[in-house]
Each structure stands twice: as C-alpha cells, then as structure tokens.
Nanobody, 117 residues
Framework: QVQLVESGGGLVRPGESLTLSCVAS????????IGWFRQAPGGEETVACS???????SYLDSVKGRFTIIRDNARKTISLQMNSLKPENAARYYC???????????WGQGAQGTVSS
C-alpha cells in the first residue's frame, strides 16, 4: 500500500525547534519528489520540496535559512527540520509525493505544529 505517514508534531515556544518526519511505504522514495506543505488560517502553502532532479531543495521565502528538508532514501524518510520557530509557523504540516510544483497524488495525514509562549 502506497502511504506517507508524518510524525513529530508538538507544542514549542517561539524560537525553539521542531522536526517532522515523513515515512514512505509501498514505493521507492528515491524515484519521487517529496514536498512539505502546511495548512494555516491563510491557506495552504508549499513549505519545501525535495526533487529527484535537483540536489538543492526549494523553500518558501519566509522559511529559508530556518527550515531544512532532509531526505534519507535508505530509511525511506524525509524530515523537515524547523528552527527559530515563530507563532505564524503554527499549522498542520503535510508531506506529499510526486513532482515539485506540479502535482501531488499521495498525501500523509498531517502533523500539527503549534508555536506558542
């Protein structure tokens, strides 16, 4: 069964860090781009994407320098390391598979990240 499962959500204070993990099953991770998205009150945003055709991931401008997407094909895991978190980063974060910026056909269930003092 093709599946993505996120974990690692939680509550942190502003300035702290949180790492979300996305574990893939039922397909070969190295064959697909994987994106991280968030659903916030303002709408859905593409936070970062790891492409199979580019060794440098892409990031939303507002998270550049603070968020890092880390792909481990051997462990079938893509993580999103989030540093220096701000209250406006609070959202439900999802990982999804297929092609950066084009289409995503497989989605995880999401992991909630809350940033509050």
């Amino acid at each position: 069964q093709v599946q993505l499962v996120e974990s690692g959500g939680g509550l942190v204070r502003p300035g702290e860090s949180l790492t979300l993990s996305c574990v893939a099953s039922g397909f070969t991770l190295e064959d697909y781009d994987i994106g991280w998205f968030r659903q916030a009150p303002g709408g859905e945003e593409t936070v970062a994407c790891s492409s199979t055709s580019d060794s440098v991931p892409s990031y939303l401008d507002s998270v550049k320098g603070r968020f890092t997407i880390i792909r481990d094909n051997a462990r079938k895991t893509i993580s999103l390391q989030m540093n220096s978190l701000k209250p406006e980063n609070a959202a439900r974060y999802y990982c999804a598979r297929d092609r950066c910026g084009e289409m995503y056909s497989v989605w995880g269930q999401g992991a909630q990240g809350t940033v509050s003092s």
